[in-house]
């Protein structure tokens, strides 16, 4: 059990368009689910923590209009990067909490 | 079955002791092997990164991976009130193309 999904595992957009990463947990309800941001060999940057039917809550330096978090229910949280540059070519994780932390298995965005 | 299991702890040892943190996982393409710290929310901070088998050393930190057995093991030395954290492995069959984590085991060192 507890298992969290990504959908797209890779995605390569064009420079000035939108992408959606969404995050699942496909057998449990997640009250709060977390946004990371991982750079190759490196930590995990937190860029927000998001609650079932509120707003997420960014963490500093994190653009809230450039990665906007929609956490539409207790099994899923979108993330849209929009406008999307290629310095936001990055690995994206989420995980999902309901006791413990579970982590999905990440998304890989390329932005040519 | 998950793909990697781990103890969630929690773990509560006295400083300086030695902890044994501990992984086994189910998929033989596992190539890369990660341990990461994390304190309360907050993001996970790398703390050893190792490819296919073997240890490597960090100050008072060793991990080692011993692939036959499917079985992965962060060992810290001389324990502080500081290494207090949840910790977490996690591995990848194509070098962070893709991630399985574990749940995290919970340590609490006693001053």
């Known amino acids: 059990g507890a298992v969290v999904s990504q959908h797209p595992s890779w995605v390569i957009c064009k420079s000035g368009t939108s992408v959606k990463i969404e995050c699942r947990s496909l057998?449990?309800?997640?009250?709060?689910m977390f946004w990371y941001r991982q750079f190759p060999k490196q930590s995990l940057m937190l860029m927000a923590t998001?609650?079932?039917?509120?707003?997420?809550?960014?963490e500093q330096g994190v653009e809230k209009d450039k990665f906007l978090i929609n956490h539409a229910s207790l099994t899923l949280s979108t993330l849209t990067v929009t406008s999307a540059h290629p310095e936001d070519s990055s690995f994206y994780i989420c995980?999902?909490?309901?006791?413990?932390?579970?982590f999905g298995p990440g998304t890989r965005l390329t932005v040519t | 079955q998950k793909e990697v299991e781990q103890d969630p702890g929690p773990l509560s040892v006295p400083e300086g002791a030695i902890v044994s943190l501990n992984c086994t996982y189910s998929?033989?393409?596992?190539?890369?092997f990660m341990w990461y710290r994390q304190y309360s929310r907050k993001g996970p901070e790398l703390l050893m990164y190792?490819?296919?088998?073997g240890n490597k050393e960090d100050g008072r930190f060793t991990a080692q991976v011993d692939k036959s057995s499917k079985y992965i093991s962060l060992f810290i030395r001389d324990s502080q009130p500081s290494d207090s954290a949840t910790y977490l492995c996690?591995?990848?069959?194509?070098?962070?193309?893709?991630?399985?984590f574990g749940s995290g085991t919970k340590l609490n060192v006693k001053p």
């Open positions: 995980s999902a909490e309901v006791n413990e932390q579970y």
């Open positions: 057998d449990f309800q997640a009250t709060t």
């Open positions: 998001s609650n079932e039917g509120s707003k997420a809550t960014y």
């Open positions: 998929n033989s393409a596992f190539q890369y």
């Open positions: 190792t490819y296919s088998s």
């Open positions: 996690a591995m990848s069959p194509d070098n962070f193309n893709k991630f399985y």
